[in-house]
């Protein structure tokens, strides 16, 4: 049982938590899916309370990673679920829809260029991400990685310029 002076630091801690992580998280588990993201930052701050609550339990050393680590597993768990939900029976494609081979042609460039992303440099990558995964302009990437928006323009160009150099290298 947890007293109530314990209980008051713990919330103390889960809200500087919360100010301090939740903006950024929520951007960073955009990045992977938008429909998911809430509810991985959801996921991720529930566990962190559990965890501040519960101190017999394994310490955490490093927050910010912890958490993006807990919502990250957690939005790529909704993915895998919500993709062997979909029921593609019954649907007919239009002739202005793209054919299934066209949509197998965009998937493998679209995670190949995923997984070129993962090899930017972090803060290259979050940008990119941010920027063109999540929708976000410049300037709220900008806040959300505390940096100027000329360092974000500057990152999303290097990053662009770092995969365009990686596709020509293939073609060639």
Excluded at 124 to 133: I, K, T, V, Y
Excluded at 137 to 166: D, G, K
Aim: aromatic residues 6%; hydrophobic residues 45%; glycine residues 4%.
């Amino acid at each position: 049982m947890v007293s109530p002076a314990e209980r008051q630091a713990a919330i103390e801690v889960f809200e500087g938590l919360y100010r301090t992580h939740a903006h950024r998280l929520l951007a960073v588990a955009a990045t992977v899916s938008l429909d998911f993201a809430g509810d991985g930052l959801q996921h991720a701050f529930e566990e962190a309370w559990k965890r501040i609550l519960a101190p017999e339990g394994a310490r955490v050393d490093n927050w910010a990673a912890w958490l993006r680590k807990t919502a990250l597993r957690r939005v790529v768990q909704e993915c895998i679920r919500a993709r062997r939900d979909v029921a593609l029976e019954g649907i007919e494609p239009s002739a202005a829809e793209p054919s299934i081979d066209d949509l197998v042609v965009i998937r493998q460039k679209f995670e190949g260029t995923l997984k070129q992303m993962a090899e930017l440099p972090p803060r290259q990558r979050e940008a990119l991400g941010l920027c063109f995964l999540a929708g976000f302009t410049s300037r709220q990437t900008a806040e959300i990685m505390n940096v100027e928006v000329s360092t974000v323009r500057n990152l999303v160009h290097q990053a662009r310029r770092s995969l365009l150099q990686v596709e020509r290298d293939d073609n060639a």
